[in-house]
């Protein structure tokens, strides 16, 4: 098993900045990515950016140039910096973890942490 717990999310005033950061315990040798996925109210969850064992990262397009994933070390705690915060940025977000086995991936999530930008 894979515990994820997420901190940082809060009320920002539109263009202003946060940072989310994500924690893992257990079972975490075999997870080779993580991320944050985000939902709002009335739609779907979406991814938001993802960052590999190896470095590598991606993101929605709805936030690039404006967020960045990033890790102190291997693989935890893992990052999610956002500037330039924007209404449509609203949403709970959740921190994700991928890990491999013998069998299909799995999947892990945090309990999610509350992002809202308003004036």
């Known amino acids: 098993q894979v515990h994820l717990v997420e901190s940082g999310g809060g009320l920002v005033q539109p263009g202003g900045s946060l940072r989310l950061s994500c924690a893992a315990s257990?079972?975490?040798?075999?997870?080779?990515?993580m991320g944050w996925y985000r939902q709002a109210p009335g739609k779907q969850r979406e991814l938001v950016a993802r960052?590999?064992?190896?470095?590598?990262?991606n993101y929605a397009d709805s936030v690039k140039g404006r967020f960045t994933i990033s890790r102190d070390n291997a693989k935890n705690p893992v990052y999610l910096q956002m500037n330039s915060l924007k209404p449509e940025d609203t949403a709970v977000y959740y921190c994700?973890?991928?890990?491999?086995?013998?069998?299909?991936?799995?999947?892990?999530w945090g309990q999610g942490t509350q992002v809202t930008v308003s004036s």
């Open positions: 257990g079972s975490i040798f075999n997870i080779y990515a």
């Open positions: 994700n973890a991928v890990r491999s086995g013998p069998g299909p991936d799995v999947n892990y």
């Open positions: 960052i590999t064992s190896s470095g590598s990262t």
